[in-house]
């Protein structure tokens, strides 16, 4: 099993930035491909791609909205993943998950993953 924990969300002014990681433990050599979806607080709203980083970490895939705005990457001495995300709008509100799967490759599918984190809480308002 691998166990990942989220953490770097909080409140920020819109066109602000934030830096999310999520720390991989446990049997991380499975932890090959890695992923960052985020959820709106929204009623109804669905799990949704945002970033994906292959193993080792030479190719990144990202939706519409984050490309030219966050920057995925990874550390795989420290197991941990990152996103950077600049130029904040009310519309990133979400609470942003990372998922990683046995696969070195991207994919944008939630059910290409076989482990998740908890989730941390990412407010945009002024």
């Known amino acids: 099993q691998v166990q990942l924990t989220e953490s770097g969300g909080g409140l920020v002014q819109p066109g602000g930035s934030l830096r999310l990681s999520c720390a991989a433990s446990?049997?991380?050599?499975?932890?090959?491909?890695m992923g960052w979806f985020r959820q709106a607080p929204a009623p109804g709203a669905v799990r949704e791609f945002v970033?994906?980083?292959?193993?080792?970490?030479?190719?990144?895939i990202y939706t519409n909205s984050a490309k030219g705005r966050f920057t995925i990457s990874r550390d795989n001495v420290k197991n941990t993943m990152y996103l950077q995300m600049n130029a904040l709008t009310p519309e990133d509100t979400a609470v942003y998950y990372c998922?990683?799967?046995?696969?070195?490759?991207?994919?944008?599918?939630?059910?290409?993953?076989?482990?998740w984190g908890q989730g941390t809480r990412v407010t945009v308002s002024s």
């Open positions: 446990g049997r991380t050599s499975v932890n090959r491909g």
């Open positions: 970033a994906s980083i292959s193993w080792p970490g030479r190719k990144t």
């Open positions: 998922a990683s799967r046995s696969i070195d490759v991207t994919s944008s599918l939630i059910e290409d993953y076989n482990f």
